[in-house]
């Protein structure tokens, strides 16, 4: 692996474009694309703004020797977050289950701890983790709306349905169906629509084509 090699390693591991780290260094976007195609290389000013943004020696980048660390490796970020991605798909189904056999509010109460547990899991890898923590974060962040906007957005949609019908406010981790087919429908198509847009929304600010190519 020569220095070119290492700078876009360095930088998909960072989970950023070479627009974004041209930014960081003040050079254009050419550069960076000369730098990791072999075409020219750094000078010693910009090799000394890599190693401090990547947080790597300067010999790792000339020479590929990497820094001897005391004490144990760091954990790896995308354990924690497919740990929390898994709780959180979890905690949906166990609150629905629960609904669907009592229909009691523990059920949501359940789904929402649960979520919440999913988010605090994926931000102690965050703090825990090493350098592939961007990586985990962008992953764990495409799945989360799935899990975490059900139950609240549920919760909203029946209350708003159930005032405007007449009935009795009712708290459930799942849109329900009352006497509406059509506010069933549109209450599902509202969810999905808002996930959807969402990872959009994350796909298109943190530029995740860079990061998957």
């Not at 694309?33 to 010693?44: G, I, L």
């Not at 350098?131 to 975490?148: C, D, V």
Request: charge should be neutral.
């Amino acid at each position: 692996m020569n220095i070119a090699d290492r700078i876009q390693n360095l930088r998909k591991l960072r989970g950023i474009s070479q627009e974004q780290l041209a930014d960081r260094l003040g050079v254009s976007r050419q550069t960076i694309s000369k730098w990791e195609s072999e075409q020219s290389a750094p000078d010693m000013e910009k090799i000394i703004l890599l190693s401090d943004y990547f947080e790597v020696t300067t010999d790792y980048l000339l020479k590929g020797i990497e820094k001897q660390e005391e004490g144990s490796p760091k954990p790896d970020a995308r354990i924690f977050s497919l740990t929390g991605t898994t709780l959180g798909f979890l905690g949906i189904v166990i609150s629905v289950a629960i609904w669907m056999e009592r229909k009691t509010v523990a059920a949501v109460a359940i789904g929402l701890i649960l979520t919440a547990m999913s988010v605090m899991i994926h931000q102690i890898g965050q703090i825990l983790g090493g350098s592939n923590a961007a990586q985990a974060r962008k992953q764990y962040w495409l799945l989360a709306p799935w899990y975490l906007v059900l139950i609240p957005y549920s919760c909203v949609i029946n209350f708003a349905q159930a005032i405007v019908q007449g009935f009795f406010p009712l708290i459930a981790p799942i849109p329900e169906l009352t006497n509406s087919l059509i506010a069933f429908a549109a209450g599902w198509l509202g969810y999905f629509l808002i996930c959807l847009l969402t990872d959009a929304f994350l796909v298109t600010k943190n530029k995740i084509v860079h990061f998957l190519e």
